[in-house]
């Protein structure tokens, strides 16, 4: 039977080793489930098939919050293109160079 680990431990494992923890958890309640019937369900196997139902949510979640970490923290390592000064004088210009277009076609408009 699969010894399943709080969540609050899954901390502990690696992500592979979490995968396989999974794997392990997995196996036992598919064949759990197979095996319950109408006729032979008792409280001990909905309880046990909700504790690793459980347990694959909370690994999960704890596997999907190492990975979004991750990629904040790459976000870092990463160099912009642009720096944050570019792109506000970008932006400054952006609507000058609208107001230049607007005005040079008004004055075609008053030369016609």
């Known amino acids: 039977m699969f010894v399943i680990p709080g969540a609050e431990e899954l901390t502990r494992f690696t992500v592979s080793a979490i995968a396989a923890l999974q794997a392990e958890a997995n196996t036992e309640y598919q064949t759990l489930l ?3 019937t109408e006729e032979n369900v008792t409280r001990d196997k ?13 690994s999960q979640a704890e596997v999907d919050g190492r990975r979004a970490r991750s990629a904040e923290l790459a976000a870092f390592q990463t160099t912009p293109e642009e720096t ?3 792109e506000a004088e970008a932006t400054e210009e952006a609507p000058a160079a609208a107001a230049i277009s607007a005005a040079a076609g008004n004055e075609s408009r008053a030369a016609s």
């Open 34 to 36: 197979g095996e319950t």
């Open 46 to 58: 909905l309880d046990r098939l909700k504790a690793l139902r459980d347990f694959a949510n909370d």
């Open 84 to 86: 944050p000064a570019a």
